[in-house]
């Protein structure tokens, strides 16, 4: 096995994968290949201002969740915040944030995507889905 030239695969499909598009704004839109809950593509916004990165979800993440049937209590509002805390990522009422400086943009959409994901997987606390397990 070529452990090599598969890590360059999996890097030349990611990159295949990625989406981006520019907003009038000032922010871009990316679309990872990774899914949510909902089999829907992990997205969210970035802009540059001053040699900083500014990540937003604008709310997606908490927004999916409360389709989901997910009511957002205190409890799960606490466990929500220190999940993001964790990634380094803010929750702005129901808006996930993050800033990094440009020359961190690999972790910093790294650690984003991967507080979306985790604070996403709260649908598995849904009441219906509890009772199943």
């Given amino acids: 096995m070529n452990i090599e030239k598969l890590i360059d695969e999996y890097l030349k499909w990611l990159k295949q994968e990625i989406r981006f598009s520019p907003l009038s704004n000032g922010y871009y839109e990316l679309v990872t290949p990774f899914l949510n809950s909902s089999n829907d593509y992990i997205q969210f916004y970035v802009k540059e201002e001053n040699g900083h990165l500014f990540f937003t979800d604008d709310s997606w993440t908490l927004n999916t ?3 989901s049937g997910i009511k957002l209590s205190d409890k ?8 993001a805390a964790q990634f380094g990522v803010r929750l702005d ?3 996930l944030t993050y800033k990094t400086s440009v020359k961190n943009f690999p972790l910093g959409k790294m650690q984003f995507t991967q507080a979306m994901l985790r604070i996403g997987d709260m649908y598995l606390t849904s009441q219906s889905k509890v009772q199943t397990y």
């Fill in 65 to 67: 969740l409360e389709m």
């Fill in 76 to 83: 799960r509002m606490s466990q929500i915040e220190q999940i």
């Fill in 93 to 95: 009422k129901s808006e």
